[in-house]
Structure formats: structure tokens, C-alpha cells
């Protein structure tokens, strides 16, 4: 049964970057039919888009984030990354990993525990 | 525009069926999908692509569209189908996704 885990810091100070990285396993990351995407949630609100890639590279970016966004796959470790910066308290969230299979507008069927990222100095 | 509106919440008696609607533009060309998501747990897809539903949700749960409308039933709610529930589809260029606002749900 796939599984997904977020690993990163739980803490940033503002104006820095933040990087998150989500592991696969159970299953294979690399010439599957699937889009791997971020998502975050503040605290008390509902769940926001961040972005998604394909293992080929491919990316697409919520319009809000994209200028502070970078997504990567790393097909040999089996994790895919999630690079945000300029870090403000408006960041604090719940991050989550998710899969979002091709052919599914939307559906993210697999999320993982989500990490909990705070900004404060 | 790119929103998807959900109310903010609703509630039913034990064993009634109750409806959660998601309204948006982008409904009229891309299918929504619902999530279940419990205090201190990640999202759970409960409806994907309007009316299909992943292996291990109850039957219970079914989802509809109707125009800019999409809804999702919950036919006999259950004490354990408390919870907040969001919609998500494609925004209009269907470049990107979007989440409605959630309704949180009380099964009285």
C-alpha cells in the first residue's frame, strides 16, 4: 500500500525558505500515472494548492505561489520536494504531500501525515 | 472566476441524509471530488470525478453535479461521519487546482 511521508523543519524564521521533501513508498514514483502534488493548510482554514509534478518534470504552480514555488522529483530517492521562499507567518500551515493521478481532475487519493511548519524568529 | 463556495456547516439528525453542495464556475467543465477530514487527521477522498467513489468508503456516501453545483450526499449519517468536508475540482483555465471552504458537518 503506498505511503507518503513529509520530513522537513517545523520551525522558520521569516524571510527564509522553506524545503520539505515527501518519501514514496509502497509503490513507484518514476513511469507511473500519477501527478505528486503539495498542499497546505493555516491553521483553523481549509486546505490550499500548492503545486504538483510528474516524474518527467513537469510542473504547474498555484498563481498565488508561483513566484516563491519550486517542485522537484527525485525519481532515485523516491521523493519529491517542495522549496518555498520568503517566509512569512502567513506560511504557518499544516504542509501535506499528496497523489493526484492523471485522468482525475482533482482527486488526491494517497495524502500523507502532513507536517506542521510555523514561522516565527 | 476561481472559487468553489461551500456553507460553512450543516447538520442532520442520526440516520437522515443530508447534502453538501460546492458551488463554482469551473463546475460546469471540470468534475469536483470531496474530502472527509477529522480533527487532527489529513484529508481522506471520499468522491472523486463527481460520482465514483474509492474502495472503502461506504456506499453511503454518493455524489452528484448539477451545472455550476456539485454535491455530496451522505444517505443514513452515521455518528462517525461528524466531520469537515471539502470540495476541490479545477479552476477555469484547468491549469490548477482549487479547494472550496469547507463545511463541517454535526450529526445530531
Known amino acids: 500500500q503506498l505511503q507518503l511521508r513529509e520530513s522537513g523543519p517545523g520551525l522558520v524564521k521569516p524571510s527564509e525558505t522553506l524545503s520539505l521533501s515527501c518519501s514514496v513508498s509502497g509503490g513507484s514514483i518514476s513511469g507511473s500515472p500519477y501527478y505528486w502534488d503539495w498542499i497546505r493548510q493555516p491553521p483553523g482554514k481549509g486546505p490550499e494548492w500548492i503545486g504538483s509534478i510528474h516524474y518527467s518534470g513537469n510542473t504547474y504552480y498555484s498563481p498565488s505561489l508561483k513566484s516563491r514555488v519550486t517542485i522537484s522529483v527525485d525519481t532515485s530517492k523516491k521523493q519529491f520536494s517542495l522549496k518555498l521562499t520568503s517566509m512569512t507567518a502567513a506560511d504557518t500551515a499544516v504542509y501535506y504531500c499528496?497523489?493526484?493521478?492523471?485522468?482525475?481532475?482533482?482527486?488526491?487519493?494517497?495524502w500523507g501525515q502532513g507536517t506542521a511548519v510555523t514561522v516565527s524568529s | 472566476s476561481s472559487e468553489l463556495t461551500q456553507d460553512p456547516a450543516v447538520s442532520v439528525a442520526l440516520g437522515q441524509t443530508v447534502r453538501i453542495t460546492c458551488q463554482g464556475d469551473s463546475l460546469r467543465s471540470y468534475f469536483a471530488s470531496w474530502y472527509q477530514q477529522k480533527p487532527g487527521q489529513a484529508p481522506t477522498l471520499v468522491i472523486y470525478d463527481e460520482k465514483n467513489r474509492p474502495s472503502g468508503i461506504p456506499d453511503r456516501f454518493s455524489g452528484s453535479s448539477s451545472g455550476n453545483t456539485a454535491s455530496l450526499t451522505v444517505t443514513g449519517a452515521q455518528a462517525e461521519d461528524e466531520a469537515v468536508y471539502y470540495c476541490?475540482?479545477?479552476?477555469?483555465?484547468?491549469?490548477?487546482?482549487?479547494f472550496g471552504g469547507g463545511t463541517k458537518l454535526t450529526v445530531l
Open positions: 499528496a497523489r493526484h493521478p492523471l485522468g482525475s481532475g482533482s482527486a488526491m487519493d494517497v
Open positions: 476541490n475540482s479545477r479552476d477555469i483555465s484547468g491549469d490548477h487546482v482549487i
